[in-house]
T-cell receptor, first 112, second 114 residues
Framework: GQQVMQIPQYQHVQEGEDFTTYCNSSTTLSNIQWYKQRPGGHPVFLIQLVKSGEVKKQKRLTFQFGEAKKNSSLHITATQTTDVGTYFC????????????FGAGTQVVVTP | EPEVTQTPSHQVTQMGQEVILRCVPISNHLYFYWYRQILGQKVEFLVS????????KSEIFDDQFSVERPDGSNFTLKIRSTKLEDSAMYFCASSSGTSHSPLHFGNGTRLTVT
């Protein structure tokens, strides 16, 4: 069945540094969504990418959808303590209408 | 900003008991979901619901589980004969209805089965 994989599982970052988290799907996706979950919180929608090769920016966050629509990345520049949390990518389930298949997430820890 | 609300925030139950988790989706949303997250793990799809019926369910969502929209606002998840492995955070979510539109999650109900 379809799998959505994320690497790395954990990311320790010094405040001010940049990092990237990667998402790969075993199948082509019609779109990909990114969510952020703060410790003890619930997933919060960040962005959706639809087009092949699409790049979207939200302040210090840059999201990219691969040309083949099977992978995506999230790059954060100048990490701040407010970036702490787990970042999940999620894609529609194969032959699915309403199901989102979440990756395992990248847990980000920021050291001041 | 409208939000999805869930009650209770924490439910402790004994193995074998039935629990009902409650959710009030965003009022103009048409599609409703239950997801669960075992501590430290990924968010897993359970079921989606539209037009008063289940539109899709995962292999996790077996006969032990059921969903209902008893009135115009509430959306419930019933778990019968709870097992220890049902302990998890259960998130309700809703979306506006366009294909694969973003999910708005509630704060979750932490279910602890003892």
């Amino acid at each position: 069945g379809q799998q959505v994989m994320q690497i790395p599982q954990y990311q320790h970052v010094q405040e001010g540094e940049d990092f990237t988290t990667y998402c790969n799907s075993s199948t082509t996706l019609s779109n990909i969504q990114w969510y952020k979950q703060r410790p003890g919180g619930h997933p919060v929608f960040l962005i959706q990418l639809v087009k092949s090769g699409e790049v979207k920016k939200q302040k210090r966050l840059t999201f990219q959808f691969g040309e083949a629509k099977k992978n995506s990345s999230l790059h954060i520049t100048a990490t701040q303590t407010t970036d702490v949390g787990t970042y999940f990518c999620a894609g529609p389930g194969q032959n699915s209408w309403g199901k989102l298949q979440f990756g395992a997430g990248t847990q980000v820890v920021v050291t001041p | 900003e409208p939000e999805v609300t869930q009650t209770p925030s924490h439910q402790v139950t004994q193995m074998g008991q039935e629990v009902i988790l409650r959710c009030v989706p965003i009022s103009n949303h048409l599609y409703f979901y239950w997801y669960r997250q075992i501590l430290g793990q990924k968010v897993e799809f359970l079921v989606s619901f539209y037009n008063n019926e289940i539109s899709e369910k995962s292999e996790i969502f077996d006969d032990q589980f059921s969903v209902e929209r008893p009135d115009g606002s509430n959306f419930t998840l019933k778990i019968r004969s709870t097992k220890l492995e049902d302990s998890a955070m259960y998130f309700c979510a809703s979306s506006s209805g366009t294909s694969h539109s973003p999910l708005h999650f509630g704060n979750g109900t932490r279910l602890t089965v003892t």
